[in-house]
């Protein structure tokens, strides 16, 4: 039995394709507070300006800025790369000003027009954060006008960190410290009184490979092995959520979520394993076990990444002649993909007691091959690194599009599984 459940949903006709990379920001409780946006146009993934153009046009600020939100939490602060022309434009008026950021780069000129464009934004009520600060006198006309500084911390010592912090802190301004890229560094900046914190120490901390797998996380790493063997029926799953009374009423919140508008609410759980069907029923499961294997909410990020890849993948392979496997197997592919950094050990120690298809395997290990390809495309796309990601689209013979189209689909999916999750 399929169902007949949506799998995603299509952005509105209106909305061009765009690509979105987003990069998580940190309160000092070490919850999510805002992402920062990097858009690229799908359109141009075909061209020779794809990973060069630092061109943004105001309709693709506007659509990704759309498509983004979709898939994120309400309420999250979103950070946006306005270079001068859209400053002068005024392209950020046409988003909300209670969710957008708007970002002042470290290239932008502190011209008359300029500060007077971002006078007006301020005055208007929008945030404004000055990008990749320290210490440029160029960019000094913008702090009186910054709610927030970005403090590029990569390759400043301790002593430069703590100089210039001394110099901006006002009272008012809010710092955040990017390219934080280890405990220690995070722990300077907090003990300073950063209040944000944006890099790859929250997205990627320490991996630990003599740490062991609880008794716990490894019976729920089982189950996600069992839950990917694509001979596993409907009628054992429908088991092991009705035997879980957390799980079968997150279930019940998932099908009568708004995404699916539904005219009726479905209320027993038969119902709901009926209507969704085989394979949507076992990917929001497998959703489920991933979110419970760690209650941080680094974690949760992380967590949140892992099942959005999943979707991804899984979309891309559905269309794609050239995938390597199944979409259920692309599907697990993206899943596991974190999973060593979720629970803080190596890959090998994860997949030890796993059974899995050699190739996805292989990939997660990080071995060269076609599986490894495209799982090394969704990394690259998540942090807009997108020379690497034109290379590799051309290679699997991906139309951009497409892709944009099933990041956005998987973006939106992802975020109403784990709301229910």
């Avoid at 992402?35 to 993934?45: N, V």
């Avoid at 498509?67 to 994120?72: D, K, S, T, V, Y």
């Avoid at 708007?102 to 404004?128: F, Q, R």
């Avoid at 807009?384 to 999916?413: F, K, M, N, S, Y």
Wanted: hydrophobic share 45%; aromatic share 8%; glycine share 6%.
């Amino acid at each position: 039995m399929t169902g007949n459940a949506p799998e995603a949903t299509a952005a509105p006709a209106h909305i061009e394709p765009v690509f979105v990379a987003r990069q998580p920001i940190f309160d000092r409780a070490e919850k999510v507070w805002g992402y920062e946006l990097l858009f690229r146009h799908s359109a141009e993934a075909s061209t020779a300006n794809f990973a060069e153009s630092s061109v943004a046009t105001s309709k693709m600020v506007a659509d990704g800025f759309i498509l983004a939100r979709a898939g994120l939490p309400p309420g999250c602060m979103l950070f946006i790369n306005f270079p001068d022309e859209l400053l002068l434009d005024g392209t950020a008026f046409a988003l909300p000003r209670e969710q957008c950021v708007v970002e002042i780069l470290e290239t932008a000129t502190p011209s008359p027009a300029i500060l007077s464009a971002c006078a007006k934004l301020k005055a208007a009520g929008y945030v404004l954060a000055l990008d990749d600060y320290f210490g440029h006198a160029q960019l000094d006309p913008f702090l009186d006008l910054a709610d927030i500084v970005k403090v590029d911390l990569q390759g400043r010592s301790h002593k430069e960190i703590e100089a210039l912090t001394k110099k901006l802190q006002n009272g008012t301004r809010q710092l955040l410290a990017e390219k934080v890229e280890d405990a220690a560094t995070h722990a300077l900046v907090k003990g300073l009184g950063y209040s944000l914190f944006q890099g790859y120490h929250f997205s990627r901390p320490e991996t630990l490979s003599g740490r062991k797998i609880s008794g716990a996380a490894a019976s729920r790493i089982k189950l996600l092995s069992e839950l990917a063997r694509e001979d596993f029926d409907l009628m054992t799953l429908a088991r092991i959520i009705s035997g879980d009374a957390a799980v079968s009423y997150r279930l019940l919140q998932f099908i009568n979520s708004a995404f699916f508008s539904r005219p009726f609410k479905i209320g027993s759980i038969p119902q709901a394993v009926s209507t969704l069907g085989q394979r949507p029923l076992r990917h929001w499961l497998m959703a489920v076990i991933l979110s419970d294997l760690s209650p941080t909410p680094q974690a949760k990020e992380i967590c949140t990444s892992s099942v959005q890849r999943a979707k991804f993948l899984e979309n891309l392979s559905t269309r794609a002649k050239s995938a390597p496997r199944s979409p259920d197997s692309m599907f697990m592919l993206g899943l596991l993909s974190r999973l060593d950094i979720l629970l803080g050990t190596n890959m090998d120690r994860v997949l030890s007691g796993m059974s899995l298809d050699e190739e996805i395997a292989g990939a997660l290990r990080g071995e060269p091959n076609k599986a490894r390809l495209w799982l090394d495309l969704v990394a690259r796309l998540e942090v807009g690194e997108w020379e690497q990601a034109q290379e590799i689209l051309g290679c699997l013979g991906l139309d951009p599009v497409d892709a944009a189209r099933h990041q956005a689909e998987a973006a939106t999916w992802t975020r109403q599984a784990m709301d229910a999750a």
